[in-house]
């Protein structure tokens, strides 16, 4: 998709915006936002120096089968620095591998959107940072600096940008010295592949999202996950072994990231053992590492016993070093990916994880990095997902202001004329005045019943409120109340206040059995009083009594001992003896200021 000049108007970038949203799936479908390695189905290709491996990935269902073949085109060599060109009938063969993916059901789903995924193991080359740089802790910054203008973060005016693709990669763990991260290029060679597939993605509107990966990187950040358990890459020189490359890293005594360098093969398949001794030896000598522990990885199929050929040289001159050969196609996680690449699974997660090791740390980040990837201020310059469906709903919101307009515009009209044919508009000048004065009347007639019908509403009733506590105690006796009383106040302070709460507050004394007085903590509860309130209140439309709501509160305080009721006239000793405690029960309804009951204090005010 064409990108803007840094200097376009925001007129131009608008445009832009709106012809992406009308023409594109970009608002709608997430997947053009995402990463390849996040997309449900996803095509990987690692490109050596001598062949191609193809697989294909259902992320869903974590499964695996063989990819389809790339058409033909020569492969290069780190130091190829043109264009891999495609013909029309390399790019025709191309796009119909596209077509038959996305189309295909084959691979356990419907494809709406498809991951690829281009590992280049064909080689890398590292260099050391400008002096100037070199210390610099904002990688972020330093990294967008190395993409777009690697002459000066190398401080190196020869280079020129179609050699290659640069990125940056920190020695994780080392937080302070003179050198705390280096460049490292691939070759930019595949450009024009990467290219056409994400082109035909976007001229099918599907979402076909092509990242460029160093395998080498993404070996090297794996390479925690495969030792054994126990073991750490502690004062460790690793050696990744790929068909026209070997990766050489080193670690320090915390396991850090100490150097990164590639060797590339000269003269054969693999580097000889002399060669590797003497860069083992060298390695050594630079890091200060004494008595290295060694690890040597084959990501292009050389076996174990090939491996440990290979450090004969090195082990006759060293035999107590320890040492360790592993061939990524024997590793179990390895076996399900097609042809056994070790960077696909990398990618994808199927490595796992390890904590703790600065070296792993390089996966979620560094080591997996888009070479062919723009640049942040080229990136800045094409809309987001959330720019495009904030544009989306301002048209939306623009559509409904034009109908709401239209809508007002055609009901203040048709008002308009409906007012000038009614009987209003006839009436003549004094006969309104007239209306209006009356008009007036009326207002302060209905704010003055307003007063008074807010002031004569009923908020106590005495019986009700004799119902209330009598249905506090069973109907079939065992309470005898000596005292029984009921009063409404005020609640609170009505000075500088507008209005003036309710108080009502119920309090009964008397005797109770022992069945009666074993229940009394139950029938005197609060939940239980609130229960009666509502009810009374909603049975005899006394709405004043009900409790429960914001303004409206309910206590209730019950005290009870033990003793004996005194004989009398009306209750003797042969009914006083059963009655063996007694109790006070008081309960308090609150009604505040701002309770729709509550009381004005303010006089009536019925001026203009």
């Known amino acids: ?172 763990g080392i937080k302070d010295g003179d050198r705390l991260a280096l460049a490292v290029q691939v070759s930019g060679q595949y450009d024009t592949i990467a290219q056409a597939l994400q082109e035909y993605g976007e001229s099918h509107n599907i979402p076909v999202i092509v990242e460029t990966r160093s395998a080498a990187l993404e070996a090297f950040a794996g390479v925690p996950s495969i030792l054994p358990e126990g073991t750490t890459l502690s004062d460790t020189l690793i050696l990744i072994q790929f068909e026209g490359f070997t990766l050489l890293g080193g670690t320090g005594s915390r396991g850090e990231v100490r150097v990164i360098r590639s060797l590339m093969h000269r003269s054969g398949k693999l580097l000889s053992p002399p060669e590797i001794a003497d860069f083992i030896t060298n390695t050594a000598a630079l890091l200060n590492l004494k008595s290295p522990k060694l ?71 560094w080591a997996i990095q888009d070479f062919y990837s723009l640049s942040q201020i080229e990136a800045s310059r094409m809309p987001t997902q959330g720019d495009l469906r904030s544009l989306k709903w301002a048209g939306l919101v623009q559509k409904a202001a034009l109908v709401a307009l239209i809508a007002f515009v055609g009901w203040a009209g048709t008002d308009f004329f409906t007012k000038m044919r009614s009987e209003a508009w006839k009436i003549a000048p004094t006969s309104a005045s007239e209306m209006e004065f009356r008009l007036v009347e009326l207002s302060k007639e209905r704010k003055e019943w307003e007063h008074w019908d807010k002031l004569l509403t009923k908020r106590s009733e005495g019986w009700l409120a004799m119902e209330a506590l009598l249905n506090l105690f069973p109907e079939d006796g065992g309470v005898i109340l000596t005292s029984a009383s009921y009063r409404a106040d005020i609640n609170g302070n009505s000075k500088d206040r507008k209005t003036v709460g309710i108080k009502r507050i119920w309090k009964a004394r008397g005797w109770a059995n022992p069945e009666i007085a074993r229940q009394l903590p139950t029938l005197g509860s609060k939940t239980r009083v609130a229960g009666i309130l509502n009810q009374i209140a909603e049975d005899n439309e006394a709405p004043y009594l009900s409790v429960g709501t914001a303004t409206r509160d309910l206590e209730v305080l019950l005290t009870q001992r033990q003793s004996s009721m005194p004989p009398s006239n009306q209750y003797p000793a042969r009914v006083a003896r059963h009655f063996r405690t007694t109790f006070d029960l008081s309960l308090t309804q609150s009604l505040d200021e701002d309770d729709e009951l509550a009381m004005s204090t303010k006089a009536l005010s019925i001026g203009p």
């Open 1 to 172: 998709m064409e990108l803007l000049d840094t200097t376009a108007s925001p007129l131009k970038v608008y445009k832009q915006a709106k012809r992406i949203l009308k023409s594109t799936s970009r608002a709608k479908n997430p997947d053009w936002y995402r990463r390849s390695t996040e997309i449900a189905l996803q095509w990987h290709i690692s490109i050596g120096t001598q062949s191609i491996a193809s697989a294909i990935h259902n992320s869903v269902s974590d499964e695996w089968w063989e990819g389809p073949k790339l058409p033909d085109f020569s492969l290069g060599s780190e130091d190829s620095s043109g264009p891999v060109t495609l013909d029309e009938q390399t790019l025709s063969d191309l796009h119909e591998i596209l077509r038959q993916l996305l189309a295909s059901r084959e691979f356990g789903i419907k494809p709406k959107s498809l991951g690829i995924t281009i590992h280049l193991a064909d080689g890398l080359r590292t260099r050391d940072l400008n002096p100037e740089f070199a210390s610099d802790g904002d990688f972020d910054s330093l990294n967008e600096l190395v993409l777009s203008a690697p002459d000066i973060a190398l401080g190196d005016d020869s280079l020129e940008s179609q050699e290659g693709k640069w990125r940056l990669v920190p020695f994780m």
């Open 295 to 365: 690890l040597l990885l084959s990501a292009a199929g050389a076996s174990e016993n090939e491996l440990r050929e290979l450090l004969s040289y090195y082990l006759g001159l060293h035999p107590e070093a320890a040492y360790q050969c592993i061939d990524a196609r024997t590793l179990e996680f390895a076996s399900v990916i097609p042809k056994q690449r070790f960077e696909f699974a990398v990618a994808t997660g199927k490595n796992g994880e390890v904590e703790g090791s600065f070296v792993s740390s390089l996966v979620s980040k």
